[in-house]
Each structure stands twice: as structure tokens, then as C-alpha cells.
């Protein structure tokens, strides 16, 4: 167990950037891989991103190209730099383990305006 605050989150015009911060306790980041995940309005939260240990990323589709997880150990801290935002990139943002192993923060609103 352990907790998760995400922050970085907020109203940005489509092509527009923002970056967001997720501190971990000390026990989650340091034995798991860890993942962005987001809930857009009225659906399912999903994966988008993750980073292992090592550094190694991996994206779905339909961020990939455009989103950029990493993680700082010193700070246990996990990023995710967004670019080229569009309208549909607009859901809250959270961050977990992966696979989940904790319960989720209270997220990080991020909307994408047209």
C-alpha cells in the first residue's frame, strides 16, 4: 500500500502541451513499474502509459509519438509530457502501478480545447 498525488493537470488549447507529476511513496516506486493511466468522461479509465524500472517505455496507440513517461528515483516521482494534445486526450489523469497495486489518488483534470 501506499499513496499516489498527482498534479500538472489543466485547461489547454489542442496542439498545446502540459506535463504531469506523480509522487509515490517510497514502497510503490521503487518494486513496480509504473503507469499513467486516464479516465476520459463517461468511460472506462485506461492505460496509456508505463516505465519500468530499467527506463523502458511502452504507449498505446493512440498517444504514442506525442506522450513521454519517466520517473525520477531520487525524488520517487513519475512524469508525463504531453504534446501535440488533441480534444480527446481531455479526461482525468492518474497514476498507479502496473499492474495496479494500491488505490488511486484523486487525479489530475487535463481538457483539451478545440
Known amino acids: 500500500q501506499g499513496q499516489l498525488v498527482e498534479s500538472g493537470g489543466g485547461l489547454v488549447q489542442a496542439g498545446g502541451s502540459l506535463r504531469l507529476s506523480c509522487a509515490a511513496s517510497?514502497?510503490?516506486?521503487?518494486?513496480?513499474?509504473m503507469g499513467w493511466y486516464r479516465q476520459p468522461p463517461g468511460k472506462q479509465r485506461e492505460l496509456v502509459a508505463t516505465?519500468?524500472?530499467?527506463?523502458?517505455?511502452n504507449y498505446a496507440d493512440s498517444v504514442k509519438g506525442r506522450f513521454t513517461i519517466s520517473r525520477d528515483a531520487a525524488k520517487n516521482t513519475v512524469y508525463l509530457q504531453m504534446d501535440s494534445l488533441k480534444p480527446e486526450d481531455s479526461a482525468v489523469y492518474y497514476c498507479n502501478a502496473d499492474p495496479v497495486v494500491t488505490a488511486w489518488g484523486r487525479g489530475t483534470q487535463v481538457t483539451v480545447s478545440s
Open positions: 516505465i519500468r524500472r530499467n527506463g523502458y517505455a
Open positions: 517510497g514502497s510503490i516506486f521503487s518494486f513496480n513499474a
